[in-house]
């Protein structure tokens, strides 16, 4: 393996084009395993690029998609086991790549059986619940989801030398959270505090100098 963790995803994706799918299956493996590690910024790579690969390299390979499922299997074991919130992250994140509803199906229970649980890993599902268009489930937990604007800001406010670059994909993450946001307060027929959520997050914009992006949230 190469010495930089960055390089076996590249390599990756090389032999994945050589089609020579089982090595492949092998650094993707290693990657996902090795990269929090490394670098832990790789982070976002790794629940994403990594894992939709991987998943997409299952329509080639079928042992590569059996891998990706006991992987997911085995992250809700381990969540369940320890109560490590980072398990149940993976779980969500393959359960995306796979494209597959487990993860709102194990929510539900959650829902049913341990209230304070499933409050708990909302924000870690939430926009999966969203675009699912499971208000019954998103409707008692609303209070979760409306840090996560917050959250975002505050991240940008502890640090105002990010990139050019940068700016634009917190930009896009931002007007994200606050339509989806917006959405689903709409369809919790929650309308005072989808005004009140409305009215601050436009305040905010204006103070953060990203007064654009007002002109971009939905109006429903």
């Not at 994706?13 to 493996?29: C, D, G, I, N, P």
């Not at 149940?88 to 359960?95: A, G, K, L, N, P």
């Not at 993860?103 to 939430?126: G, H, M, N, P, W």
């Amino acid at each position: 393996m190469s010495s930089d963790i960055r390089d076996v995803l590249t390599q990756a994706r090389e032999l994945a084009k050589k089609e020579k799918y089982s090595e492949a299956l092998v650094q993707y493996e290693y990657f996902f395993d090795h990269a929090l590690a490394e670098d832990i910024s790789l982070s976002g790579i790794r629940a994403s690029y990594c894992l939709s690969e991987w998943a997409a390299l299952g329509n080639k390979l079928p042992e590569a998609k059996i891998h990706l499922e006991v992987r997911k299997n085995e992250a809700l074991r381990l969540f369940e086991e320890t109560k490590s919130f980072d398990f149940f992250r993976d779980y969500v994140s393959i359960c995306r790549a796979l494209d597959c509803d487990d993860a709102i199906a194990t929510f539900e229970r959650y829902s049913q059986i341990d209230k304070s649980l499933a409050e708990k890993v909302f924000s870690s599902l939430d926009e999966l619940l969203i675009d699912a268009e499971r208000w019954d489930l998103c409707k008692p937990y609303v209070e979760c989801r409306l840090n996560k604007y917050d959250l975002l800001v505050r991240a940008l406010d502890t640090d105002m030398t990010l990139s050019e670059p940068l700016i634009t994909v917190l930009k896009g993450n931002l007007i994200g959270v606050v339509n989806r946001t917006l959405v689903m307060l709409h369809h919790c027929g929650d309308g005072d505090k989808e005004s009140t959520f409305f009215n601050h997050v436009s305040k905010s914009l204006d103070e953060l100098g990203f007064s654009e992006l007002k002109d971009k949230m939905v109006v429903l």
